[in-house]
């Protein structure tokens, strides 16, 4: 599974230049890992640093101007940093597997004369087969939509400029606001390109309310959780379909890691829809989902979707805590690691300011997020805090040094 080892974000909102991870020319700094959780105050910006993963697979699936305006973002005006000129930018350091060499996407976003924003530089880059390191050579190289792009699977060129070469050919977008890989991402001849545009597309970003969750869709089974989480009757539909011997053992295994909940079943409507049931072990009638609370549904939404049999590669959750009686956060906590450590399972990303939640991390995987005078973010690998190390190796949990302030500045 394809795993991002840094990301960097610059001029979005109190971003103005925030690094997770570390990127090609930093070889020095540890990557980041199956699972990363930031955490920080109240507006600190961690909905922003969210939303900077989101904002990037909207450009895609989208184009750029649209994503500027969705989501209550305001338009390229109101995204760019407060009294910073310049484009956005976004890099992501990743590799498609264990061993692969590892790709580096950049993008800046301008405003052109009329106000609009637009893709001022796009660029896939990756190391030459058969070499460990050195420099990563341009694969795609569009500037305000012009440039060149190699074909197969290697990159021939030494040059950022784009020497010409028979493997390479030049190449003019009619419509800046589409990222170029977007539509070269389509194409055979680019099998590269095509990764990185499967892996950006692949992203899951959750924005699970309950209520939607309890809508009844009209029947018909869906592969994937949606990022509302009001598909939820159609993927245990299709769950049921297509696993119907290991469908309710998936449901008897959920059920143990909720407390309360003895069993889930399911019941077909007339019209061929599934309502989820839920025993509680009491004498009454099972409760159907839509009576259930807010964590118990949040909680089974989650679980049901670490279940996926072809899970997205990367999974961002903004406070998976709301809702949740504070003790099963560390189910949850250990159920995500789990899933993130498996070769076949999802990067995952969250954000948080519950200290029950970071009790079950290490150092490693938690980052804080901080405001700095100049109004910016600034971020923080945990260990890389003096002596916290130290600290959680004396059994010290993370969350309670938090809350006593220790990991902040």
Same mark, same amino acid.
């Given at each position: 599974? #394809?795993?991002?080892?840094?990301f960097?974000?610059?001029n979005?909102?109190?971003?103005?230049d925030?690094?997770?991870?570390?990127?090609?020319?930093q070889?020095?700094?540890?990557s980041l +890992?199956?699972m990363t959780?930031?955490i920080?105050?109240n507006?600190?910006?961690?909905? $922003?640093?969210?939303? /900077?993963?989101g904002?990037?697979?909207d450009?895609?699936?989208?184009?750029?101007?649209t #994503?500027?305006?969705?989501?209550?973002?305001?338009?390229?005006?109101?995204l760019?940093?407060?009294?910073c000129?310049?484009p956005i930018?976004l =890099?992501v350091?990743?590799?498609e597997?264990? +061993?692969?060499?590892p *790709?580096?996407y950049?993008?800046?976003?301008?405003?052109? =004369?009329?106000g609009?924003?637009?893709?001022?530089?796009?660029?896939?880059r990756?190391r030459?087969k058969?070499?460990?390191?050195?420099k990563?050579?341009p694969?795609?190289?569009?500037?305000?939509?012009?440039?060149?792009?190699?074909a197969?699977i290697?990159?021939l060129?030494?040059s &950022?400029? +784009?020497?010409?070469?028979?493997?390479?050919?030049? !190449?003019?977008?009619?419509?800046?606001?589409?990222?170029?890989? /977007?539509?070269l991402g389509?194409?055979?001849e680019?099998?590269? !390109?095509?990764?990185?545009?499967?892996?950006?597309?692949?992203?899951y &970003?959750?924005?699970?309310t309950?209520?939607?969750?309890?809508s009844?869709?009209?029947?018909?089974p869906?592969?994937?959780?949606?990022?509302?989480?009001d598909?939820?009757?159609?993927?245990?539909q299709f769950?049921?379909?297509?696993y119907?011997?290991?469908?309710?053992d998936?449901l008897? /295994?959920i #059920?143990?890691? *909720?407390?309360?909940?003895?069993? !889930?079943?399911?019941?077909?409507t /007339?019209?061929?829809?599934?309502l989820?049931?839920?025993?509680?072990?009491? #004498?009454?009638?099972p409760?159907?989902a839509?009576q259930m609370s807010?964590? $118990?549904?949040?909680?089974?939404a989650?679980?049901?979707?670490?279940?996926?049999p072809?899970?997205p590669?990367f999974?961002? *959750?903004e406070?998976?805590?709301?809702g &949740?009686?504070?003790?099963?956060? =560390?189910?949850?906590v250990h159920?995500?690691?789990?899933?993130?450590?498996?070769k076949?399972?999802?990067?995952?990303?969250?954000?948080?300011h519950q200290?029950?939640l970071?009790?079950?991390?290490?150092p @490693?995987?938690?980052?804080?997020?901080?405001k700095?005078?100049d109004?910016f973010s600034k *971020?923080?690998?945990?260990? =890389? !805090?003096?002596?916290?190390?130290?600290?959680?190796?004396?059994?010290?949990p993370l969350?309670a040094?938090?809350?006593s302030?220790?990991? @902040?500045g």
């Amino acid at each position: 599974m #394809a795993r991002i080892e840094g990301f960097r974000v610059q001029n979005f909102k109190a971003l103005k230049d925030v690094t997770l991870g570390r990127l090609s020319n930093q070889k020095d700094i540890a990557s980041l +890992g199956d699972m990363t959780v930031v955490i920080g105050k109240n507006g600190v910006g961690k909905s $922003t640093l969210f939303d /900077a993963f989101g904002f990037l697979a909207d450009c895609l699936i989208f184009d750029v101007e649209t #994503a500027c305006d969705m989501k209550q973002r305001g338009g390229f005006g109101r995204l760019c940093s407060k009294g910073c000129e310049g484009p956005i930018k976004l =890099d992501v350091y990743y590799r498609e597997g264990v +061993g692969e060499r590892p *790709i580096t996407y950049e993008l800046e976003i301008s405003m052109d =004369d009329h106000g609009r924003p637009f893709v001022s530089s796009e660029m896939l880059r990756q190391r030459r087969k058969g070499r460990s390191n050195g420099k990563p050579y341009p694969f795609l190289n569009l500037k305000n939509g012009v440039g060149r792009v190699w074909a197969g699977i290697d990159t021939l060129s030494e040059s &950022l400029g +784009g020497e010409e070469d028979n493997t390479s050919s030049p !190449i003019e977008l009619t419509d800046l606001r589409q990222l170029g890989v /977007a539509t070269l991402g389509t194409l055979k001849e680019h099998p590269r !390109i095509k990764k990185f545009r499967e892996f950006l597309k692949g992203w899951y &970003l959750s924005y699970f309310t309950p209520d939607a969750a309890r809508s009844l869709p009209a029947s018909g089974p869906q592969k994937h959780l949606n990022i509302h989480g009001d598909n939820l009757g159609n993927v245990v539909q299709f769950m049921e379909r297509e696993y119907k011997k290991k469908f309710q053992d998936i449901l008897d /295994a959920i #059920a143990l890691k *909720i407390p309360s909940i003895q069993s !889930i079943s399911t019941e077909e409507t /007339a019209d061929k829809r599934l309502l989820l049931k839920f025993d509680d072990g009491s #004498a009454q009638d099972p409760f159907y989902a839509q009576q259930m609370s807010d964590g $118990t549904l949040k909680v089974f939404a989650y679980l049901l979707m670490l279940e996926d049999p072809s899970p997205p590669p990367f999974i961002c *959750i903004e406070e998976p805590e709301n809702g &949740l009686y504070h003790k099963l956060l =560390d189910t949850l906590v250990h159920e995500f690691r789990e899933h993130a450590q498996n070769k076949k399972g999802s990067q995952i990303f969250v954000t948080t300011h519950q200290p029950y939640l970071v009790d079950g991390l290490a150092p @490693e995987e938690v980052w804080i997020l901080e405001k700095q005078s100049d109004g910016f973010s600034k *971020i923080t690998r945990v260990s =890389d !805090i003096p002596n916290v190390k130290e600290l959680y190796e004396q059994e010290l949990p993370l969350g309670a040094l938090w809350y006593s302030d220790y990991l @902040e500045g």
